[in-house]
């Protein structure tokens, strides 16, 4: 199975700053990638698939990058909103496997 | 809306079977692959099985592989996972969620299973 590893595990941030969350994959997993995010008590959503493209209604300052191997999930400007666990997930085969996850705090 | 409602969660015993359920709406149940995807108490995720439109198509994760069987009922919007040999390790939130091309999108809100005599 393909592993994917998160780093960092967690992050503690201000509100506007920038922030990056990267996933690295055990093989070439082209552009098959997605990142969701998990609030507690709540289940993951959704926020970009195809490494890059952003899922509808999630807001423009999530973006994300990379192919091959490494990938980066970016949050331009941070949100109190924004707080949560960022999983990433291929899907460039089965079993679909997720990262381990990042936990973002806000300061 | 597109909403998933997961369904039979609960306590189970080792070597013990529970069926979870979930209830689809809000769209063409009936065009879309779907996914059982669980969450351990610590958090993690694991991707448990898929099944296509049709059920033509099913795919299961080594580690239950064998002991649970995903199925789906088209004229009743609804999926399954009959799991059996229930262990310990199974214990978890199991969440079902529509494939969107090939990520889960959205998730059901979860149904608890917990393992343990």
């Known amino acids: 199975a393909i592993q994917l590893t998160q780093s960092p595990s967690s992050l503690s941030a201000s509100v506007g700053d920038r922030v990056t969350i990267t996933c690295r994959a055990s093989q070439d997993i082209s552009s098959n990638l997605a990142w969701h995010q998990q609030k507690p008590g709540k289940p993951p959503k959704a926020l970009i698939y195809?490494?890059?493209s952003l899922e509808s209604g999630v807001p423009s300052r999530f973006s994300g990058s990379g192919s091959g191997t490494d990938f980066t999930l970016a949050i331009s400007s941070l949100q109190p909103e924004d707080f949560g666990t960022y999983y990433c997930?291929?899907?460039?085969?089965?079993?679909?496997?997720f990262g381990q996850g990042t936990r973002v705090e806000i300061k | 809306e597109v909403q998933l409602v997961e369904s039979g969660g609960g306590l189970g015993q080792p070597g013990g079977s529970l069926r979870l359920s979930c209830t689809a709406s809000g769209f063409t149940f009936s065009s879309y692959s779907l996914s059982w995807v669980r969450q351990f108490p610590g958090k993690g995720l694991e991707w448990i099985s898929y099944i296509s439109s049709s059920s033509s198509t099913v795919y299961y994760a080594d580690s239950v592989k064998g002991r649970f069987t995903i199925s789906r009922d088209n004229a009743k919007n609804s999926l399954y996972l009959q799991m059996n040999s229930l262990r310990v390790e199974d214990t978890a939130v199991y969440y079902c969620?529509?494939?969107?091309?090939?990520?889960?999108?959205?998730w059901g809100q979860g149904t608890l299973v917990t393992v343990s005599s």
């Open positions: 195809g490494a890059s």
């Open positions: 997930q291929q899907f460039k085969t089965y079993p679909i496997t």
């Open positions: 969620a529509r494939v969107q091309g090939t990520h889960p999108h959205p």
